[in-house]
């Protein structure tokens, strides 16, 4: 009969040989940085990059000492009632990410702007349909973005993200007496 561990056997004895302890081939195994060595990566492609400074320009202008967030998970923009459960919650909406959101000074998200998907990925249409659906039930001011807006003037785009009437005197940031 074959002895079928025989691969194992001569396996354990070289590393006996070379001096590699059990524990030490484990961590060796485990250790995903030696295994896919990291490298830094392009968080923004040029069309983001383009979109990102317009809108940043606009925040500006709406809140000065706002926050433009890029990537941003679903989960981290909007709150579930207490009473149900958050793994749940996390397991649904995970994966969704909005590509920009808009923050004021406070680090409340005032308004999320989405870029355009390929149409011909259903598996992207179904997730922005989600994502969609999410958002449509928050206050959040949703907008898509549309490439020609790059080259318009800030406070055009600021009236564009932040679509909400504002009263004579206006200022965002500020603290209101009572």
């Known amino acids: 009969m074959l002895n079928l561990h025989l691969p194992r056997a001569v396996g354990a004895w070289l590393s006996n040989l070379t001096g590699q302890s059990p524990e030490r081939r484990r961590a060796d195994a485990s250790d995903t940085v030696m295994h896919w060595p990291p490298t830094a990566a392009r968080v923004l492609v ?3 990059r383009h979109a990102h400074k317009s809108i940043a320009q606009a ?12 990537h941003v998970p679903l989960h981290k923009l909007v709150r579930v009632p207490k009473q149900y459960s ?7 909406t995970g994966l969704l990410t909005v590509d920009f959101a808009l923050c004021d000074e406070h680090g409340y998200v005032r308004s999320v702007v989405l870029l355009p998907i390929a ?15 999410v958002l449509g039930a928050t206050e959040l001011a949703v907008t898509h ?11 055009r785009l600021r009236d564009k993200l932040f679509p909400k ?6 200022y965002a940031d500020t603290p209101h007496a009572h």
């Open 165 to 170: 009437a504002r009263a004579s005197g206006y």
């Open 145 to 155: 973005w549309d490439r020609e807006w790059q080259n318009e003037a800030s406070d």
């Open 59 to 70: 925040l500006a202008l709406e809140h000065p000492k706002g926050f433009l967030l890029a």
């Open 46 to 48: 040029s069309a983001e």
């Open 119 to 133: 149409e011909d990925q259903p598996r992207h249409s179904r997730k922005r349909e989600r994502l969609l659906r």
């Open 86 to 92: 958050y793994r749940e919650w996390l397991s649904r």
